[in-house]
Nanobody, 123 residues
């Protein structure tokens, strides 16, 4: 079992920044990847970014590339999502998830999910 707890969401104006945190506990493994997904009202959950826990490789959705950065702190078992130049279309509930196998970009590959944190970007 892996437990994930997100924090750091909130309300920000367009052009602003937020940093989300995801604290992982339980049976984490260096073979896992940690990903961030988001879901806006009436839309499907979509991939945002992912990071391989052991190797540190990163992947981003085209819509956030150059604006968002995923990183990790091994000592704290925490993954971060730094979000800059935020846009109203980034408004969504953001979820942290852990994946052991399968596509990094597909939600079904992730077996563990956090409770989500709301990010609202005002225009």
């Amino acid at each position: 079992q892996v437990q994930l707890v997100e924090s750091g969401g909130g309300l920000v104006q367009a052009g602003g920044s937020l940093r989300l945190s995801c604290a992982a506990s339980g049976r984490t493994s260096s073979s896992y990847a940690l990903g961030w997904f988001r879901q806006a009202p009436g839309k499907e959950r979509e991939f945002v970014a992912a990071l391989t826990w052991g190797g540190g490789s990163t992947m981003y959705a085209n819509s956030v590339k150059g604006r968002f950065t995923i990183s990790r702190d091994n000592a704290k078992n925490t993954v971060y999502l730094q979000m800059n130049s935020l846009k109203p279309e980034d408004t969504a509930v953001y979820y942290c998830a852990a994946r052991s196998t399968g596509s990094y970009y597909y939600p079904g590959s992730y077996g563990y999910w956090g409770q989500g944190t709301q990010v609202t970007v005002s225009s």
